[in-house]
């Protein structure tokens, strides 16, 4: 079984959760647990002081230092882009659908209390591919994408 989760990094999406009541509902959930919710700092003007005291800010660069895992609340672009950063250090990522299609996502927004299972270490991590896609004319390299999680699509 998995270890419990003791720091999480919390990504939250205001575009896709407006006023950020679900990032603070998941913040609430973690705190309840005994996990550290841990947040990018250019997210503390814009969440207020309404959070639990567990909670605490760190710069940017540093959100995912030291932490157990991410929870990241938006849609499939919003996990792509935490899982680029996380892949490196084998930090594990788990969607919070907020989006409309949401196919990375694993909870759903109606299922923030699952996140107390994670605290607990009941949890299972299922591992993911990052793709590298360029294009090559003639040896040389034209175009490249940003990293791709499990699928790119080659047309025209």
């Given at each position: 079984m998995p270890s419990p989760i003791h720091t999480a990094a919390v990504c939250p999406n205001p575009q896709k959760d407006h006023g950020l009541s679900v990032t603070r509902d998941a913040i609430a959930?973690?705190?309840g647990c005994g996990t550290k919710p841990i947040l990018p700092l250019s997210m503390r003007e814009v969440l207020g002081g309404k959070l639990p005291s567990a909670a605490s800010f760190v710069p940017d660069d540093a959100l995912f230092d030291g932490c157990d895992c991410a929870i990241v609340l938006g849609g499939d672009g919003s996990v792509i882009k935490a899982a680029s950063a996380c892949a490196g250090r084998s930090i594990p990522v788990l969607g919070v659908n907020l989006g409309r299609v949401g196919y990375l996502a694993e909870v759903e927004q109606d299922e923030l209390y699952l996140l107390s299972r994670l605290c607990r270490g009941e949890y299972r991590i299922e591992r993911r591919m990052m793709l590298s896609?360029?294009?090559?004319?003639?040896?040389?390299?034209i175009h490249r994408m940003p990293p791709a999680l499990n699928e790119a699509v080659i047309s025209n």
């Open positions: 959930v973690l705190a896609v360029s294009v090559l004319r003639e040896g040389q390299e």
